[in-house]
């Protein structure tokens, strides 16, 4: 059974990513939580013994550990996306005041789509599920490498539970996929903030599964992204309107039947 994903948009943005048909990665350093993939959810007091025959001090595999962690955190780049499509609070935040968009992907058919050239380390990205605490449990940085790049990379405070966040994890994607916004473009190449660009991963059609349509987006823009999307990305995408409950505080999507005529012409 195919794993749908969601990705909450406003509508500059909604229509930016389905007509580059790409993903947004974002490197860790730029995200809106100051606490995310940081060094200091790591603890560095314990060196193992092993570390400690040689002739380098404690105080060294220390600093070098935390610093170790803080290039891994620069050098990463990463793709939020949610579980669920009907969070109140995420259509507020994310879609303007609910006059934005989500897009449902599906997560085995963008997997499929990673072009060979993505990452310089890993292949594909890395999918892992936001685990939530409500304290830091820091957990020691001479553990396992690979249990210990999850944990930076998916651990967040419980405030942010309610938006059930999966991520796709690259880290060191290449250079050729990274594309500068218009302001960065008149700045010398020797004044760039790496971390600031952000790196695009096209999408075949199909991995565009669902729109939702905000409750309060507006019906110009809403006609407008029906049509493109049947026509030039997936004539099997299913679209949907979100409404109001009426009993509840709740978020009710409708489906929008497909009309002959949306899809006549190529």
């Known amino acids: 059974m195919a794993r749908i994903l969601y990705k909450y948009l406003d509508i500059t943005g909604a229509k930016c990513m389905i007509g580059n048909q790409n993903l947004q ?11 995310d993939c940081h060094p200091k959810l790591l603890d560095y007091s314990s060196v193992p013994e092993r570390k400690l025959q040689g002739w380098i001090p404690e ?13 891994l955190r620069n050098e990463t780049w990463l793709c939020s996306l949610s579980k669920i499509n009907d969070s109140i609070l995420m259509w507020a935040h994310y879609c303007y005041n609910h006059k934005g968009i989500c897009i449902g992907l599906d ?27 409500n304290i ?4 020691s940085a001479y553990n396992s490498a690979q249990d210990i790049f999850n944990y930076q990379w998916q651990t967040k405070a419980k405030e942010w539970e309610y938006e059930q966040e999966v991520r796709l994890v690259m880290p060191k994607p290449s250079s050729i996929y990274a594309t500068l916004t218009p302001a960065q473009a008149k700045h010398p ?16 059609g199909e991995c565009f599964e669902s729109i939702y349509f905000g409750v309060n987006i507006d019906e110009q823009e809403k006609e407008k992204i029906i049509q493109f999307v049947r026509k030039k ?13 009426a009993d509840a505080f709740r978020l009710q999507p409708e489906f929008i039947k497909p009309l002959n005529s949306d899809l006549s012409d190529d």
């Open 25 to 35: 990665f974002t490197n860790a350093s730029q995200l809106n939580d100051p606490f």
């Open 189 to 204: 190449k020797e004044i760039w903030d790496w971390r600031e660009i952000h790196h695009y991963m096209p999408l075949k």
């Open 136 to 139: 830091i449990e820091r957990p």
């Open 59 to 71: 105080e060294w595999w220390k600093m070098k550990e935390e610093n170790d962690a803080l290039n």
């Open 233 to 245: 990305l997936n004539p099997h995408i299913n679209l949907y309107q979100m409404c109001v409950n």
């Open 107 to 133: 997560l085995d058919k963008i997997m499929e789509s990673v072009p060979p050239m993505f990452g310089s380390i890993y292949i594909k990205p890395i999918v892992l599920d936001v685990q939530y605490y």
